[in-house]
């Protein structure tokens, strides 16, 4: 589908070195910030507190959270649990407090707002669990990362799948950069939200990619800049239809989702705005760094239905630069 069309490739190439450049300082940037500044990992990952309180009327969030801010603990999230009567409450570990001591108080603090809350459940999120949750979140970001990357060799071939994987891990530096310059906090809707970016973006390398392939089929007598010019302009119609209305659903959550899914909304905001970048202006120029030509995508398929070997148009580092 084009909503419209553009008759006069832009050329995207001729700009390789600027976006790598700015990709690159950008990239750096984000690895000093979580170097230096960390993430604030929520609860989910550092143990604490959870509570389920009960009400016989809808709950009230809003006054549930000035609650509990009012006995210090302004890092707590409250969010419904299974219906709107259903209220969870999450603590942060809370130095020289006992869980027992530390759940009274909420509860006082609670019923002090409303006297109809009822506590119903008091779990300590240990340590330990919290390590758990860190090292499966981290080995799930690297399976996923290593699935997208042979996928792409298979379909495809390893220079594409080299370039696609380092565009995607740009995007998740830059998400967790983000993340640690703010401080927001880091907890497993992060996660979550930051893997669903890395299918989100390898979609997106997988179309430009077929185009390219594409086009080394018809446009036999054009370079390898010119081929991969072509391929990004004719697909910019789908890339800003689709990307669009991601956003605008993402932003929906953004706006009106609440506490619960704004870091998670805030996450994917970055990575679908990112994701649009890199794998425009950084895989495609990392795999014509890499050396991708007709002959690494379909000379082998040419040499099995003609056996015709066709004159391969290499690269122009001086056509790259200007």
């Known amino acids: 589908m084009e909503l419209f069309r553009i008759k006069k490739d832009i050329p995207f190439m001729s700009y390789g070195r600027l976006t790598t450049a700015i990709s690159l300082v950008t990239f750096i940037l984000a690895v000093v910030f979580l170097a230096t500044r960390g993430l604030n990992f929520g609860v989910d990952f550092t143990g604490g507190t959870v509570m389920e309180v009960n009400y016989p009327q809808a709950a009230n969030l809003e006054s549930v959270r000035k609650a509990v801010d009012s006995i210090g603990l302004k890092e707590a999230t409250v969010q419904n649990f299974g219906s709107s009567h259903d209220v969870l409450i999450r603590l942060p570990v809370k130095t020289g407090v006992s869980v027992a001591k530390l759940s009274e ?4 603090a609670l019923v002090a707002a409303d006297s109809t809350a009822e506590v119903r459940r008091v779990e300590a999120v240990g340590a330990q669990v919290g390590d758990e949750l860190y090292e499966n979140g981290g080995l799930a970001l690297f399976f996923v ?5 042979l996928y792409l060799w298979l379909r495809f071939e390893w220079r594409f799948a080299v370039a696609a994987i380092i565009a995607n891990m740009h995007d998740v530096v830059i998400i967790l ?3 640690a310059f703010f401080q927001w906090e880091f907890n497993l809707t992060v996660l979550a939200a930051i893997l669903a970016v890395l299918g989100y973006s390898v979609n997106e390398s997988v179309v430009v990619f077929d185009r390219v392939r594409e086009n080394f089929r018809k446009m036999r007598k054009a370079s390898v800049v010119q081929v991969i010019d072509n391929a990004i302009t004719r697909t910019m119609s789908r890339t800003i239809i689709t990307h669009t209305m991601t956003q605008t659903m993402v932003g929906s959550m953004l706006l009106f989702g609440g506490e619960v899914l704004h870091n998670f909304a805030l996450a994917l905001t970055i990575g679908i705005l990112f994701g649009i970048y890199s794998s425009v202006l950084v895989a495609c120029p990392i795999a014509m760094w ?13 040499k099995k239905e003609g056996g015709k070997k066709e004159v391969v148009v290499e690269p122009d580092p001086s056509e790259f630069a200007s």
Do not use: C, P
């Open 105 to 108: 108080e909420v509860k006082a």
């Open 145 to 149: 990362s290593l699935g997208i990357m």
């Open 177 to 179: 950069g983000f993340f």
């Open 290 to 302: 890499l050396g991708v030509n007709r002959a690494n995508l379909i000379g082998d398929i040419e």
